[in-house]
């Protein structure tokens, strides 16, 4: 996908900000407009994450508006101009190496970690989340963004094609040492072989935490499944099941602990490798209380709960879009 790239700091928001005034639109009215969630939009203009260049098409038509001077540069590119910068952090003297922002243990690390050890993968001087290409766009953003604002250091974002998949890529030295040092204690390498676990400090830190880290792990190798049972003369029967799946045993554990502790009543399949919500009251609260910042999630929610429950519950779920 390419993507807009504007001249001088600040364009992007103040172009947006002018469309919207201009069609006298909301940022849900911006989402419609764009094809997007509006808190992807938002973000845009909040946060800098850069639009894609179909989107600018849209409000140049709409608005009749000529923006500021742009270029239009593929992921691929973005990524090559800024891991070429970061390259001399793993080969060059180790004071060039670029400081990052170290927010210590609280809630919003522990989230990171729950990301990580879900989809992501830390190597040496390298950080990345793997999702799915197109089902999880406005995701791949917000997972940038909240990067950035934690650590200060900026994170790429690239298609590969024939896998369908969405990488954010973080380069940096720091951010590694920092993840896998003794104070956070996350892995480098293989989780499955390592078999690794959630860090005791989240497992002994409190609710904060755990709420934390359970929204992490559920947002990214975590789901919603629709069962129905077919009975006979009556219509079928629909009910939710809200699935966090994963072939690290210690990672499955730590999972049910956390639940359990929140209160809910988890179920653990060790022959599927997977943690399960089954009970509908459970799943409703699940999403008030813990929720996501995985739109395709709320979309999933919201389109099977209709079928199973007959109501339309989107003004109920907790959908945090205040770190983009």
Not at 119 to 139: C, N, Q
Request: hydrophobic share 35%.
């Amino acid at each position: 996908m390419d993507r807009i790239v504007f001249k001088e700091p600040g364009a992007q928001a103040r172009f947006l900000r002018a469309v919207k005034e201009r069609l006298g639109l909301s940022w849900k009215g911006m989402g419609e407009l764009c094809g997007r969630n509006w808190t992807t939009v938002y973000s845009w203009a909040s946060k800098g994450c850069r639009m894609p260049a179909d989107v600018m098409e849209v409000l140049r038509e709409q608005s009749g508006m000529t923006p500021p001077p742009y270029e239009i540069v593929s992921e691929k590119e973005l990524w090559r101009r800024k891991s070429g910068k970061r390259s001399i952090e793993l080969h060059g003297n180790p004071a060039s190496v670029k400081e990052i922002q170290t927010p210590g243990k609280c809630a919003a690390i522990a989230e990171i970690c729950g990301i990580l050890l879900g989809d992501g993968g830390i190597s040496d001087g390298r950080v990345e989340i793997s999702l799915h290409g197109t089902k999880e766009v406005e995701y791949a953003d917000a997972v940038a963004c909240f990067f950035e604002k934690l650590f200060g250091i900026k994170a790429s974002i690239y298609l590969s094609e024939p896998k369908n998949k969405r990488t954010v890529d973080v380069r940096s030295v720091r951010l590694v040492r920092y993840l896998t040092g003794k104070e956070i204690g996350l892995k480098k390498g293989n989780k499955v072989k390592q078999q690794v676990c959630v860090p005791d400090w989240i497992l002994c830190g409190g609710k904060e935490y755990w709420v934390a880290c359970v929204r992490g792990l559920m947002d990214t190798d975590g789901g919603l499944y629709l069962r129905t049972q077919q009975r006979k003369r009556r219509p079928p029967y629909h009910n939710i099941v809200l699935i966090f799946a994963n072939y690290s045993i210690p990672l499955l554990d730590g999972m049910n602990e956390m639940l359990r502790k929140l209160g809910y009543h988890p179920r653990k399949y060790v022959r599927h490798r997977c943690v399960y919500l089954n009970r509908q009251a459970e799943i409703r609260r699940y999403y008030r209380e813990i929720g996501t910042r995985n739109a395709y999630h709320v979309q999933e929610y919201v389109r099977k709960a209709r079928v199973a429950w007959g109501e339309d519950i989107s003004d109920e779920v907790k959908f945090l879009e205040d770190e983009r």
